[in-house]
């Protein structure tokens, strides 16, 4: 069994900062790919930003020059800085990796969300 558990959402006002977190425990044979995404209401899930094992990133356009991801091999984790938020960024954000399980199976796993407000 495999989870996901992020963390660092909450309400922040339009310019500011905020960090997600997401950790990846249980049983895998390697990590792939990491990343966020999120959900706005009404709209359909997106790609906000992904980091493959060797560092390459990958940023949808709109985040560019504000958010950087990161992430720890040694301990599973990923990280979102995200800074000089708009009130376009409020979503739920969800953390995603692509592994490969103990039995050579490529998996994909959702954390459960953590929700940004933007708003003054």
């Known amino acids: 069994q495999v989870q996901l558990v992020e963390s660092g959402g909450g309400l922040v006002q339009p310019g500011g900062s905020l960090r997600l977190s997401c950790a990846a425990s249980?049983?895998?044979?390697?990590?792939?790919?990491m990343g966020w995404y999120r959900q706005a209401p009404g709209k359909e899930r997106e790609l906000v930003a992904n980091?493959?094992?060797?560092?390459?990133?990958n940023y949808t356009d709109s985040v560019k020059g504000r958010f950087t991801i990161s992430r720890d091999n040694a301990k599973n984790t990923v990280d979102l800085q995200m800074n000089s938020l708009k009130p376009e960024d409020t979503a739920v954000y969800y953390c995603?990796?692509?592994?490969?399980?103990?039995?050579?199976?490529?998996?994909?796993?959702w954390g459960k969300g953590t929700l940004v407000t933007v708003s003054s």
């Open positions: 980091i493959a094992s060797g560092g390459r990133r």
């Open positions: 249980g049983s895998f044979f390697r990590i792939n790919a």
């Open positions: 995603n990796a692509e592994l490969m399980s103990t039995t050579y199976y490529a998996m994909n796993y």
